[in-house]
């Protein structure tokens, strides 16, 4: 089954065309990086997926139910995990890492219902599996930005969703708290019964080798999409970006540097 299936979409906002026939299809058990600069539409996509907005033109699927023609049911919301700064804004301060994690179970900012043994065992298990447990009881305002994204993540795979959707969750993490939250990231993907990722970037050197497939989205049109070790060369991006650029790997994971003009 297609996790996502996005035919010829276009998406004009105030008279401007944001998405320009954007056709994307992901499978189940691929995990994406969506790859834009500012601007790109990449916000606009993630809109779409979620079903805050809806196309112009052109058909929307997630998880085998086209929008518009089917009710988006609880079930359904249920099975887009959604970690993005947005998200980090509205979660109560004063709520603690293990209530927001549980909250996850029900999809709701906060926790209004007694949960079971059975979801505190699973909030327990995850807290232990992301690395919260030491910070299980103290209030989201006293944790740091990674600590926060770890949480949020945390509280999308209570619900165990079928497509896990992370926005830019390392912006504004440090080195090592960014390779960390990567390393985490990374664990999650390799898990026999894990979700499909799409994770959102506008930093090449995230690109974790568990991210086979790649989207590039350039002022709201696919420039390219498939395996990311064909399109993450210095050839592609140098076409991409519109400047000479050089890809350099490491360890499975991309460098990019700018080609310095040769004087003289
Ligand atoms: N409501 C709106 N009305 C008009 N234009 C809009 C609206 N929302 C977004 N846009 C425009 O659509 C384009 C794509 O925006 P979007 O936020 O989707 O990009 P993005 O790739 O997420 O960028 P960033 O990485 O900077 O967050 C931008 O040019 C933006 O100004």
């Known amino acids: 089954m297609k ?26 058990g691929e995990h994406w990086v969506l790859y834009g600069l500012n601007g790109a539409g990449k916000t606009s996509l993630l809109d779409l997926i979620n079903a805050y907005i809806f196309p ?65 065992r699973k909030g327990v298990e995850i807290l232990k599996e992301l690395g919260c447990l030491e910070y299980a009881n103290r209030t989201y305002e006293t944790l740091s930005h990674g600590e926060r994204q770890r949480v949020l993540i945390g509280r999308a795979l209570m619900a165990e969703p079928a497509l896990l959707v992370l926005d830019e969750p390392a912006n504004g993490l440090d080195f090592i708290a960014r390779e960390m939250l990567l390393e985490t990231i990374e664990g999650i993907a390799k898990k026999p019964d894990a979700p499909t990722i799409i994770y959102v970037t506008h930093h090449i050197e995230e690109i974790l080798p568990v991210f086979t497939k790649t989207l590039l989205l350039k002022d709201g049109a696919v420039f390219a999409a498939g395996h990311t070790n064909e399109l993450v060369t210095s050839e592609g991006l140098s076409a991409f970006f519109g400047m000479p650029v050089e890809v350099g790997w490491n360890q499975g994971r991309p460098l990019l540097s700018k080609v310095k003009r040769k004087s003289g």
């Not at 998405?19 to 994307?24: E, R, S």
């Not at 509205?90 to 994690?101: G, H």
């Open 3 to 28: 996790v996502l299936e996005l035919e010829n979409v276009t998406r004009r906002r105030d008279g401007k065309t944001v998405l320009d026939k954007v056709n994307w299809h992901v499978e189940k």
């Open 56 to 120: 112009t033109e052109g058909k929307v699927s997630v998880l085998g139910l086209e929008f518009g023609k089917t009710y988006l049911s609880e079930k359904l919301r249920k099975q887009i995990g959604f970690v993005s700064s947005s998200l980090q804004q509205k979660i109560s301060p004063y709520d603690n890492a293990y209530e927001v994690v549980l909250s996850g179970a029900y999809a709701s900012i906060g926790l209004y219902e007694e949960t079971t043994e059975a979801i505190d």
